[in-house]
């Protein structure tokens, strides 16, 4: 395992149950994140993705609420929770990833200055025509790939 950690490797760790690698093994239960040291690895453990990437199934959206709730615990006693609590299997999901924008949402960001969340709530309202538009005055000339 390398030294540097991140929050998916708590999680598989979690998902093994007590075979899993017990990462924070010398870390101090009464250590809260924000006095711990840098270069620790309860620093690498970050409850709000490993809280995330629990709340995918069924069996563990509970806890992973739980652990929401009472975010202000230290890493060492959230992570001995999940660890301890959570039946040992393999779980996995897909990740929410935002979707790469369109050229037309690009086009409507460029030629009105918006924000992209704020082309994607106006792009509806756009014609075909409208787009085309916009397009062939953003167009600046060259070779399109």
Excluded at 7 to 30: M, R, T, V, W
Excluded at 47 to 61: A, E
Excluded at 85 to 96: D, E, Q, V
Aim: charge should be positive; proline fraction near 4%; glycine fraction near 4%.
């Amino acid at each position: 395992m390398a030294d540097k950690l991140t929050p998916f490797d708590f999680i598989k760790s979690i998902n093994e149950g007590k075979k899993g690698e017990n990462f924070l093994k010398d870390c101090k239960a009464d250590q809260s994140l924000e006095y711990a040291d840098p270069q620790s690895r309860d620093k690498a453990y970050v409850p709000f993705i490993v809280n995330r990437g629990l709340s995918y199934f069924k069996d563990t959206i509970i806890f992973a609420n739980e652990m929401n709730i009472k975010n202000d615990l230290p890493a060492k006693m959230q992570f001995d929770f999940y660890r301890n609590i959570i039946t040992p299997k393999r779980r996995f999901s897909k990740w929410g990833k935002k979707q790469k924008s369109s050229g037309d949402i690009e086009a409507i960001q460029k030629y009105y200055n918006y924000s992209r969340e704020k082309a994607e709530t106006v792009y509806p309202i756009f014609t075909h025509k409208q787009i085309t538009q916009i397009h062939k005055y953003l167009n600046i000339g060259g070779i399109n790939k």
